[in-house]
């Protein structure tokens, strides 16, 4: 690869400078990449020669929230190390956490607010001041109030969970726009519908793996390049309720090494993981395996049935009748024997329980393969049992005092928000809305980590709907594609090494669980957390905006909420002086909460009937409201929107082919995206060590590999290490050709995180864009996650 040299140079020559690849480069130009110095270190006055401090704090490179600790070395950040005390992780850190410093140091950060001139065609830059560039935004949000068209600013946060998102909707709420676009369900909206559909619950499941006795993983990440890698492999590891670990049986369309780590692997056709759980599920009947009394006492929906009104509806059990081992045999390509083996294995080796990995959800049946999968655990009893699927404890945090809004931000609060009628939809809407909202068209955007020129499917529709909005306002700390290219002002957050916020992380243990960043070292730069930026634009538009934000800064509002912990007297810390609290709580860098009660039925079963609904009456409401909106009946319905005519299948966990996207006579391979063990979202790119981290011993970094199987290489004469193209109907891309019998002949696999034009000297100028490929034909009806799986491609040698 070209500059291949040149970029290994500058991550040893950064290594041998800093002892951590660190530079000091100010504003974001570009510099002499060998021009390499020391990073400053802010506050070095009150640091002894040799003095070594340790601080807790929570990592910020994936949504783990793994608690770590920062060693600090006269001022400078040199290593993270795992807090073994801490429940999340137990100790361990990952390639993502143990490359932070790179993040803190990182020679291409925005050192300071810039203010883009001579237009978005010309990537020039100047310096302005904080007080100058919060002046100039509070302008146009004031001229936006008093228009009274507080609903034409948009707010776009790619985090989801957490203080800051918190901070976000609170400002977006007293200001008065509608128009708070989060993430929402981009990436777990398949599991979060199945929870909300089938539990009544709007949380993410938990799997309690330290006491299972087997575990079947349906192209899980979780022992592979999932970013709860660490829990995982440590509670499989634990010796819980028997003398030895789970048994792991993972099924997949690829051999990935989470398959090499389980004690049996199975390939299967992709996208069949729904048929594959109801196959299970009908032999579990079949044979009257099933948990019969959790069926009989806490679920609903299992035998037919007949509502209030008088209709008759199917039940799961008549349901299954469909799903025999042999049509799930041909539907999933493996042999019948597999199917009843893998059934047996959860009968006979209880607690068991099935889970199913985001890739394989973020496609045309996400949402129903999770409602698949989650009716086998209901089956098997799992569900909020001991070595089963459970709903994490809340964490006792106090509330922030309620928003009140004036006149104008209620006027602008009832105007319909862009993405008002598509709550269930991800972000990949967003670029039609914008660009047809005709005189309710956005004025201005606020950007926070929200890249999605670089990240979302087909990037062309972003920028003709971000082009035409007057007006954004980037906080990203790096100049990122959408940055770059888009932004007008650019007020850089400062990293997560150097602010105070939870880490707003994904549950992944039972008993409530808390960790959080607090910063290591003093600012490096001129840069200001994005919650205090918030604070005081809330502040400079007067009391109506201003009293959603009583606080001085962030620290301030994060002391607020964490005083329902104190409060609560129970978990980890217990004091009767706030003061020591707090100082124990900063210390330890986390609070876990007391140990998990299974059986809870009242908190983990929220649905209107107080069961688990193999039959969801909030879908069967949802369906009759939207019939009665287009005038149409149910079974006409369901007919023009999935193609179903039977509504009571809407309602159940089933299985339809995946959808796809490309003509197969000119598509004939089916393109499978992922993310590796290097790919970083939310958290710094540019990082050297990360890119270095090859996949398998022996294979080029540097480089995206397209994987394709031994007989599509011979198909056209394609050998190991070609250079290749691989076209989708939305675009193509140029990668090295890895050939492996580790896929399916049918799937092209590729993954993220190559090919971008900015983010810092070592996120730019290799690899390509997967997701450049990616179609949005392919989105799930109900409303699941981001589409991955479903683009069809064709593949070819680059002749040289």
């Not at 128009?179 to 993410?204: D, I, W």
């Amino acid at each position: 690869m070209a500059g291949h040299e040149t970029t290994r140079r500058d991550v040893l020559k950064a290594v041998g400078a800093a002892g951590i690849g660190a530079t000091f480069l100010a504003g974001c130009h570009k510099h002499d990449p060998y021009d390499l110095r020391k990073p400053a270190v802010p506050g070095a006055d009150s640091w002894a020669k040799g003095e070594e401090r340790h601080i807790a704090t929570a990592c910020g490179q994936c949504e783990a929230g793994c608690g770590v600790q920062m060693r600090i070395v006269e001022g400078r950040a040199v290593k993270v190390e795992g807090n073994a005390a801490c429940p999340i992780n137990r100790g361990g850190v990952g390639p993502r956490g143990l490359s932070a410093p790179q993040v803190l140091y990182d020679p291409d950060r925005i050192v300071e607010p810039m203010r883009r001139v001579n237009g978005r065609d010309r990537d020039e830059w100047e310096a302005i001041s904080w007080e100058d560039a919060i002046e100039l935004v509070t302008e146009r949000l004031e001229g936006l109030r008093e228009n009274e068209q507080p609903h034409k600013l948009g707010i776009m946060n790619g985090r989801e969970r957490g203080f800051v998102p918190e901070i976000w909707s609170r400002f977006a709420t007293a200001f008065g726009t509608p128009n708070l676009f989060t993430p929402k369900r981009s990436e777990h909206g398949a599991q979060l519908a199945a929870m909300e559909y089938m539990q009544g619950v709007s949380e993410l499941p938990v799997y309690d793996w330290s006491n299972a006795a087997f575990v079947l993983s349906l192209s899980s990440g979780v022992l592979d390049t999932s970013c709860q890698l660490l829990h995982f492999v440590r509670a499989l590891g634990e010796k819980g309720r028997k003398a030895e670990r789970a048994r792991v049986f993972h099924v997949d369309s690829v051999h990935s090494r989470a398959a090499m780590v389980a004690d049996e692997s199975l390939q299967t056709a992709p996208g069949t993981h729904g048929a594959l759980a109801l196959g299970l599920a009908h032999i579990l009947v079949r044979d009257g395996k099933y948990d019969a009394e959790f069926v009989e006492q806490h679920t609903s929906g299992f035998e037919d049935w007949e509502d209030a009104a008088g209709t008759s509806h199917m039940g799961f059990k008549t349901l299954l009748d469909r799903y025999t081992p042999e049509k799930v045999a041909d539907i999933c390509q493996v042999p019948v024997e597999k199917i009843e083996r893998i059934a047996r294995l959860l009968v006979t080796h209880r607690p068991s329980f099935a889970l199913v990995g985001q890739e394989e959800l973020r496609s045309s049946n996400g949402v129903k393969t999770a409602m698949a999968v989650h009716a086998l655990n209901a089956l098997l009893g799992a569900i909020d049992r001991e070595g089963g699927v459970l709903v994490p404890n809340p964490v006792p945090l106090e509330d922030w005092p309620e928003v009140v809004t004036d006149d104008i931000a209620d006027e602008g609060l009832e105007q319909t928000g862009l993405l008002e009628d598509v709550e269930r939809l991800p972000w990949d809407v967003l670029p039609e809305r914008i660009l047809g909202a005709g005189e309710s068209s956005l004025d201005t955007l606020f950007l926070t980590y929200a890249n999605p020129v670089y990240s979302r499917p087909e990037s062309d529709h972003w920028r003709e709907a971000l082009a035409s909005i007057p007006f954004i306002v980037s906080f990203s700390p790096t100049l990122d594609e959408t940055t770059s290219e888009f932004a007008d002002l650019i007020l850089p957050d400062c990293t997560w090494l150097e602010r105070w916020e939870d880490s707003g992380a994904l549950p992944s243990i039972g008993r409530a669980a808390f960790t959080f960043r607090q910063p290591v070292v003093d600012p490096l730069y001129n840069t200001r957390e994005t919650a205090d930026v918030v604070i005081a634009l809330a502040q400079a538009l007067g009391e109506e905006v201003g009293s959603a934000m009583p606080w001085k800064d962030m620290k301030s509002a994060f002391k607020k909420r964490i005083i329902g912990i104190y409060k609560a007297k129970s978990g980890s810390i217990v004091e009767s002086k706030g003061a020591t609290f707090l100082k124990r709580f900063f210390d330890e860098g986390y609070w876990a909460g007391d140990e998990y009660q299974y059986g809870d039925w009242d908190r983990v079963l929220k649905t209107k009937s107080g069961r688990f609904e193999f039959f969801s009456n909030k879908l069967w409401s949802q369906l009759e409201r939207k019939a009665q909106a287009e005038g149409k009946s149910l079974a006409q319905l369901s007919g023009d929107w999935v193609g179903q005519t039977e509504p009571d299948l809407l309602c159940l966990p089933s299985y339809q082919p995946v959808a796809e996207a490309g003509d197969r006579s000119k598509f004939n391979l089916l393109l499978r995206p992922y993310r590796g063990g290097n790919y970083t979202a939310n958290a710094g790119v540019s990082l050297p060590w990360l890119a270095e981290l090859a996949p398998w011993t022996g294979r080029p970094i540097w480089r995206t590999e397209v994987e394709i199987h031994p007989t599509v290489a011979d198909r056209y004469s394609i050998a190991q290490g070609d250079t290749v193209r691989v076209r989708s109907e939305v675009g193509e891309l140029v990668g090295m050709a890895r050939i492996t019998a580790g896929v399916r002949e049918e799937i092209v696999r590729i993954p993220q995180g190559g090919g971008r034009t900015a983010g810092g000297r070592f996120a730019e100028g290799w690899g390509a864009n997967v997701m450049g490929l990616v179609s949005m034909k392919t989105m799930d009806p109900w409303g699941g996650s981001s589409p991955l799986l479903g683009t069809r491609v064709s593949i070819e040698k680059v002749n040289s």
